[in-house]
């Protein structure tokens, strides 16, 4: 247990960070992300299949888009700043709120662009910045042997905050049922 506290302490923040967007990734995703209808799909044979295949779509594609960027040099951000946009991604969670509960002004939360673009931009940010977390975390440290324990803890990190995310998506089926367009249905 010292080691793993010695590893996310020594990466000022990073390990920490890593952690925190995979913990919102998945609170959002699928489950959260899916429950907010897009206006073309209402109504449509097989609305709520097509949903989801746009949705898992486009996160894949712009996942993989944000861990490509994350790897050219242009695209390097400081720490601080990843940190910082990292947990800016806070935000996007209140968007995805905000958009399932129909909170005014619709016309910028009602509109399946702003709903799409939210989406990409939550997509690539988990692929960008779970990628530079990952790079930079092992350069913070000074020694060799504390480069592989930071190494072997960014896997945990991940791991850490996919079930923290996982466990706190449960009771999110509860809010999601809540929302104007799930108590309709």
Same mark, same amino acid.
């Given at each position: 247990?010292?080691?793993?506290?010695?590893?996310?302490?020594?990466?000022?923040?990073?390990?920490?960070?890593?952690?925190?967007?995979?913990?919102?990734?998945?609170?959002?995703?699928?489950? $959260?992300?899916?429950?907010?209808?897009?206006?073309?799909?209402?109504?449509?044979?097989?609305? $709520?299949?097509?949903?989801?295949?746009?949705?898992?779509?486009?996160?894949?594609?712009?996942?993989?888009? *944000?861990?490509?960027?994350?790897?050219?040099?242009?695209?390097? $951000?400081?720490?601080?700043?990843?940190?910082? /946009?990292?947990? /800016?991604?806070?935000?996007?969670?209140?968007?995805?709120?905000?958009? /399932?509960?129909?909170?005014?002004?619709?016309?910028?939360?009602?509109?399946?662009?702003?709903?799409?673009?939210?989406?990409? /931009?939550?997509?690539?940010?988990?692929?960008?910045?779970?990628?530079?977390?990952?790079?930079? =975390?092992?350069?913070?440290?000074?020694? *060799?042997?504390?480069? *592989?324990?930071?190494? =072997?803890?960014? *896997?945990?990190?991940?791991?850490?905050?996919?079930?923290?995310?996982?466990?706190?998506?449960?009771?999110?089926?509860?809010?999601?049922?809540?929302?104007?367009?799930?108590?309709?249905?």
């Amino acid at each position: 247990m010292s080691q793993c506290k010695d590893a996310f302490a020594s990466t000022k923040g990073l390990l920490s960070a890593l952690c925190y967007i995979f913990l919102l990734t998945f609170v959002v995703f699928p489950g $959260l992300s899916t429950a907010v209808p897009l206006n073309f799909l209402v109504g449509k044979p097989g609305a $709520l299949a097509w949903l989801n295949l746009v949705i898992l779509t486009a996160f894949n594609v712009m996942d993989t888009f *944000g861990r490509y960027l994350a790897g050219t040099p242009c695209m390097n $951000l400081s720490r601080k700043t990843t940190l910082v /946009l990292s947990y /800016l991604r806070t935000v996007q969670l209140v968007l995805f709120l905000l958009t /399932l509960f129909e909170v005014g002004p619709v016309w910028l939360f009602g509109t399946d662009a702003f709903k799409l673009a939210n989406f990409a /931009l939550f997509a690539f940010a988990n692929g960008y910045l779970s990628s530079l977390c990952s790079i930079k =975390a092992p350069k913070v440290v000074k020694s *060799g042997a504390e480069r *592989g324990n930071v190494g =072997a803890f960014i *896997g945990v990190a991940k791991l850490l905050g996919i079930i923290l995310g996982s466990m706190i998506a449960i009771p999110m089926k509860e809010v999601i049922k809540l929302a104007p367009v799930t108590a309709a249905a």
